[in-house]
């Protein structure tokens, strides 16, 4: 087990050069809510914001006057739940809600996060990433006991998944066994909407090709130095402005 710090991701973490086009960069796909609409709002700017080549809202046509309104002009809200593109790299499900069960396709890298963590099948794959807080993990995994990391540990090997396990020392652990905690935080980020944006976070770097375990642990760290960098007073939609500096302060 280790601490988190950019000396374990840092070198696996997406940089921008040479002619790529946008979709060079991953295309990220998430999940809209239809009721608490603001959860996919938040996750689809942090995507966006660390660096997604094209981030898209799939939604029901009742919500998408909503998203296409909220939502900033670089991303993309598509009104049809069973859109595909074979480009889309990442996906992520539950911020806010359901529009529809999750697609357990094991060659896209997928997040489960909120509601998308209820009924899981048995087994998924190291390509999904799931990131409940602690009262999601207990209704997730009502069997497992022990410590936060014995517990993120044995959920992760149960499933295949990598494992990222919320609080104020977040516990991030992969199916092959590594296990990190991360302690780059601030208490500011217990606040409405911040799990939203981690969730939006980890996607969008799954999306450049970054592995899940690396992607979630540099996830993690970021989003902890976002907190730390702003101070009191945060609220979740301070946080995908942040992240930017955040990337040039680290390469």
């Known amino acids: 087990m280790y601490e988190n710090t950019p000396d374990l991701w840092l070198s696996f973490l997406p940089r921008r050069g040479g002619t790529a086009h946008k979709y060079g960069y991953g295309h990220a796909v998430i999940y809209g809510a239809p009721v608490l609409t603001g959860a996919s709002r938040l996750a689809a700017e942090s995507c ?3 660096g997604s080549g094209l981030t898209t809202v799939l939604c029901t046509p009742e919500t998408a006057v909503l998203y296409r309104t909220a ?3 670089h991303i993309m809200v598509r009104d049809d739940l069973n859109w595909t593109d074979e480009r889309v790299s990442a996906k992520l499900y539950g911020p806010g809600g359901l529009p529809s069960a999750p697609d357990y396709d094991r060659s896209v890298k997928t997040v489960l996060d909120a509601d998308a963590l209820l009924n899981l099948p048995d087994r998924l794959n190291e390509n999904f990433v799931l990131t409940p807080h602690e009262g999601e993990f207990s209704k997730a995994f009502p069997g497992l006991e022990g410590s936060r990391v014995e517990r993120a540990k044995a959920a992760s090997e149960k499933t295949g998944a990598v494992i990222v396990l919320k609080g104020a020392d977040t ?8 296990c990190v905690v991360n302690t780059h935080a601030s208490p500011a980020l217990a606040t409405a909407g911040s799990g939203d944006v981690l969730a939006g976070m980890i996607t969008g770097l799954l999306a450049q090709g970054m592995a899940p375990f690396e992607a979630s642990c540099a996830a993690v760290w970021i989003h902890g130095e976002c907190a730390l960098t702003f101070g009191s007073g945060l609220v979740a939609s301070d946080l ?3 992240i930017p500096a955040a990337l040039q302060d680290l390469t």
């Open 48 to 50: 966006a914001r660390i």
């Open 71 to 73: 939502l900033p002009a």
């Open 171 to 178: 516990v991030i652990a992969g199916p092959d066994g590594r």
């Open 240 to 242: 995908p402005d942040l």
